[in-house]
């Protein structure tokens, strides 16, 4: 090496060792080993610093190109030279965790505190690292120990009150907010806080008072205006609801969620015109392309003006073609228009990595079943649960076609390959129950209605299921009724369970009790033709003939009847209408 490169590279570490000063930013720490470099330290201990000194500056110079992964490799060979250096220590928990490895971070920052425990920062970023790990105990340790040492932080005092609002221990956190507002009566965030806990608490008086507080500090603190809109709204204080939302726009016209909200609630409230009228405002605000009218776009196809909502989203996905969400909703608007072929090809687009995609392939295994095509629709829902393989939803999707098909089998195997990855989802296990019914495997399907209920005792329609497998056969009548009851107390308007019901009573020969509830049940259900056929039962068994056989004709009458039975039963009514049967 010729000296003048020599002198070149002593500039070159003395101008890393100014740069890593700089960067921590006028932290007094130095590196655990630093002494005077002239007091007769060794020269292995001068390289160390040096070495820690040189990679820590190359992982500043990458922590401002914004190339995380490369500084954290810097830092852990600058740790190798000084291993008990707070500030590095800390430098490394903190490009760990902005990588998202925070298992990894945690050790740093712990040893971070151990060695500096009167640092209070560096207490607190322990503190926010237990957060992102679910250790809430150990996070709100930290938070406390730092009150204690400092009572009037108030940063602090509102991350310990936000754990406990994510805890849901609303009590808690209204403790922490009362020293937060004796202390700062004015601070806007602790009397939004103080609102939003009531709001949870539906102490909509508490959360109305909170909010107008902070509002009367900073009359234009939008999420105060929001949720004291929204709160309006669940009180059914409409009028009070428009207004505050009116006034957000005055104050906020760009803001789109506010316009969607009151739009909402002037067509909820029978006001078209004013709906209609602030969608204009809309498009007089945000040009076509404009990424805020998108929500035009959502608004209009929620309320069905499907061509005005293909025609904003037509112009979002020209603009912005890697916008997902606008592909996935203009493939949905042209679904409903019936424009079954261009909504396909929308739908075709989404990237597999959205979250969009698993919905978008759903929806295109449903127009190819409309289309009459259930293989192709089969086919592509086998395809997507290779990129998916724990959505039960893909896999129900794929049963319900397999049973259209009367694949009995295929739509069982198939439930059970779901179930694999989801082995608790009462929703896999319920209709794998059902699918064993069609089988005539009917033990087996009993089982599995009652793992559904072990599982979710308030699972309605596995009780259902059960309760009208015993009435049907005439057995166990009492259990059966328990059974039904318990699914009306969930589900008390399905015509279905309500059809049990009256059937158990049917078989218990309580026939009035059964007319009650079957009339009932075709109220709720009237194009279910087996809920008809019960109420002809009814009717037939309490010789009231002419009804049972007008009924029998209507039951007869809808899609997927069943004729043979159903002719049958009106050929013997009609008999004893002409006095010839007993």
């Not at 000194?53 to 490799?73: H, L, R, S, T, V």
């Not at 996070?139 to 940063?155: F, V, W």
């Not at 009790?513 to 194009?527: H, T």
């Not at 997927?560 to 002409?578: F, Q």
Request: aromatic share 10%.
């Amino acid at each position: 090496m010729n000296k003048g490169f020599k002198k070149i590279s002593i500039w070159l570490v003395f101008f890393l060792i100014v740069l890593a000063i700089s960067c921590m930013g006028g932290d007094k720490r130095l590196p655990s080993n630093q002494g005077p470099i002239l007091s007769g330290e060794t020269n292995n201990n001068r390289d160390l610093i040096q070495f820690a000194y040189q990679n820590y500056a190359f992982a500043c110079i990458a922590i401002a190109n914004g190339d995380y992964e490369e500084a954290e490799i810097y830092l852990k060979e600058a740790l190798e030279n000084d291993k008990d250096s707070p500030y590095l220590l800390m430098k490394s928990s903190q490009v760990l965790a902005k990588n998202g490895k925070m298992e990894e971070a945690l050790p740093f920052a712990q040893k971070t505190v151990d060695l500096t425990p009167d640092d209070q920062k560096a207490r607190e970023f322990l503190a926010k690292i237990y957060f992102r790990l679910k250790k809430y105990d150990l996070a709100i340790s930290q938070y406390r120990d730092i009150l204690k040492r400092d009572p009037g932080n108030k940063e602090v005092r509102l991350h310990l009150t936000t754990l406990f609002i994510r805890l849901k221990e609303y009590d808690t956190a209204l403790d922490e907010l009362s020293i937060l507002i004796n202390n700062e009566p004015e601070l806007v965030i602790a009397h939004y806080y103080k609102g939003r806990i009531n709001t949870e608490l539906k102490e909509y008086n508490s959360a109305k008072g909170a909010f107008l507080k902070a509002l009367e500090i900073d009359s234009r603190f939008l999420p105060a205006l929001i949720d004291l809109a929204t709160l309006y709204s669940e009180i059914d204080k409409v009028d009070m609801a428009v207004e505050t939302y009116k006034k957000i726009l005055l104050l906020y016209p760009t803001n789109t969620v506010a316009r969607e909200r009151l739009i909402a609630l002037y067509y909820k409230t029978g006001q078209e015109k004013l709906a209609e009228d602030n969608m204009e405002e809309m498009k007089r605000i945000f040009s076509p392309g404009d990424l805020k009218r998108k929500r035009l776009g959502l608004i209009y196809l929620r309320y069905g003006k499907l061509n005005k909502s293909i025609q904003e989203l037509k112009s979002i996905v020209s603009a912005w073609p890697d916008d997902q969400e606008a592909k996935y909703y203009l493939g949905s608007a042209l679904e409903e228009n019936g424009d079954l072929a261009e909504a396909y090809k929308n739908f075709d687009l989404l990237n597999p990595n959205t979250s969009y995609f698993i919905n978008a392939r759903m929806h295109m295994a449903y127009i190819l079943e409309r289309q009459e095509k259930p293989d192709e629709a089969i086919n592509l829902l086998k395809e997507t649960i290779n990129h998916k393989r724990d959505n039960p939803r893909l896999y129900l999707m794929l049963t319900s076609l397999y049973e259209i098909k009367e694949e009995y089998l295929n739509a069982m195997d198939i439930l059970k390959e779901g179930l694999k990855y989801n082995e608790r989802n009462t929703g896999l296990l319920y209709r794998l129950g059902v699918v064993l019914d069609k089988l005539k495997r009917n033990e087996e399907c009993l089982e599995q209605m009652q793992m559904v209920i072990k599982i979710d005792p308030k699972h309605a329609d596995a009780l259902n299921y059960i309760g009208y497998t015993y009435a049907d056969k005439g057995i166990y009548l009492d259990r059966a009724l328990e059974l039904i009851e318990r699914a009306i107390r969930y589900k008390p308007n399905s015509g279905y369970i309500i059809d049990s019901l009256g059937w158990v009573y049917y078989r218990k020969g309580q026939y009035d009790k059964a007319l009650e509830e079957l009339k009932r049940a075709v109220e709720l259900s009237p194009e279910d033709p087996t809920i008809n056929e019960h109420l002809g039962d009814v009717y037939f068994k309490k010789k009231d003939y002419e009804r049972a056989l007008k009924i029998y004709k209507r039951a007869l009458s809808i899609e997927n009847a069943d004729n043979e039975r159903l002719n049958g039963k009106i050929k013997d009514v009609m008999e004893r209408l002409k006095g010839n049967g007993p």
